[in-house]
């Protein structure tokens, strides 16, 4: 079980399903394609439950806010060989209006990697 305490996770969601994103980028709990779905990563509840980390190797200092006025989740690392930030969301409209209506949709998710100033 997660030793972080629930205050230390950010959420993401797009209305159906929703992720829990700890403060170093690590995703430890995912419910998907729906709320009531099976957990697809459930790190927070057991050790062995999964999750999806991108994070720097060795020593580093994390930050993240919500992008203004979204649910997208920014994320920064800087460590001494430089500076990157990882910007988490789940997709809204047109994907979720297809999932609504009972089509398949391409992956919701979304993880974005980019350098960022030092």
């Given amino acids: ?23 170093v980028g690590s995703v430890d709990w995912l419910c998907f394609p729906r709320f009531d779905a099976p957990a697809v990563f459930a790190r927070i509840l057991d050790d062995d439950g999964g999750h ?3 994070r720097p190797a060795g020593e580093f200092q994390a930050s993240r806010a919500y992008v203004d006025q979204t649910m997208a989740l920014e994320t920064r690392f ?3 060989t430089g500076a990157v930030v990882l910007t988490d969301a789940m997709a809204l409209g047109a994907a979720a209006s297809e ?20």
Avoid: H, K, N, T
């Fill in 1 to 23: 079980m997660s030793s972080l305490p629930i205050g230390d996770y950010a959420l993401l969601s797009d209305c159906r399903s929703a992720a829990l994103v700890s403060r």
């Fill in 52 to 54: 999806f980390s991108i």
């Fill in 78 to 80: 800087r460590a001494a």
């Fill in 99 to 118: 999932r609504l209506a009972g089509q398949p949709s391409g992956p919701d998710r979304q993880r974005r990697l980019e350098s960022a100033p030092a």
